[in-house]
T-cell receptor
């Protein structure tokens, strides 16, 4: 069975500081993708970053980067220079095998001014 | 492009009633999915489709039906609504498996009394 676990229900960060959100996953597939999605209060789901499992290099998108540890099945998201607009729910997701995305339970990020 | 559209935005049903949640995309995406989001549960996959005429079950398919007669539309039918189906429902689509962004609709908040 494929699983995604986010063990931090809530995190806080000071504006301009760096925060890391944790995610662990499990899959028996060798070909898979990992994602971080952001859900602001508007409820709209927005893709933040994507990592292909076959790529050793960690993905980066501007202030967002991941630490992908394949052997440990860990996929954390680092947000640098946090901004008030980063406040949202963040979901880690796994796509492997058939077209079935598995989402974690989410981490609520609060950004303190 | 309108992207992924969902109607209605809000709906209240009585137990036992049936209804259809509409989802449409104008991006010529082959892959479409329905999710439900419940507090503390993240997003869970209900049904998905990899092309017109092809659908399959996700993690929580019971009580829901889908069909995909066109590339653009992927309606979700509640056969006999139950209070346990009170949730926010999201439709999503992507051009291909994994490498392309999955775009989400704005969601439908459904309450079953």
């Amino acid at each position: 069975a494929q699983t995604v676990t986010q063990s931090q229900p809530e995190m806080s960060v000071q504006e301009a500081e760096t925060v890391t959100l944790s995610c662990t996953y499990d899959t028996s597939e060798s070909d898979y993708y990992l994602f971080w999605y952001k859900q602001p209060p508007s409820r709209q789901m927005i893709l933040v970053i994507r990592q292909e499992a076959y790529k050793q290099q960690n993905a980066t998108e501007n202030r967002f980067s991941v630490n992908f540890q394949k052997a440990a099945k860990s996929f954390s998201l680092k947000i640098s220079d946090s901004q008030l607009g980063d406040a949202a729910m963040y979901f880690c997701a796994l796509l492997s095998g058939t077209y079935k995305y598995i989402f974690g339970t989410g981490t609520r990020l609060k950004v303190l001014a | 492009n309108a992207g992924v559209t969902q109607t209605p935005k809000f709906q209240v049903l009585k137990t036992g009633q049936s209804m259809t949640l509409q989802c449409a995309q104008d991006m010529n995406h082959e892959y479409m999915s329905w999710y439900r989001q419940d507090p503390g549960m993240g997003l869970r996959l209900i049904h998905y489709s990899v092309g017109a005429g092809i659908t399959d079950q996700g993690e929580v398919p019971n009580g829901y039906n889908v069909s995909r007669s066109t590339t653009e539309d992927f309606p979700l039918r509640l056969l006999s609504a139950a209070p346990s189906q009170t949730s926010v429902y999201f439709c999503a689509s992507s051009y291909s498996w994994g490498t392309d962004t999955q775009y989400f609709g704005p969601g439908t908040r459904l309450t079953v009394l």
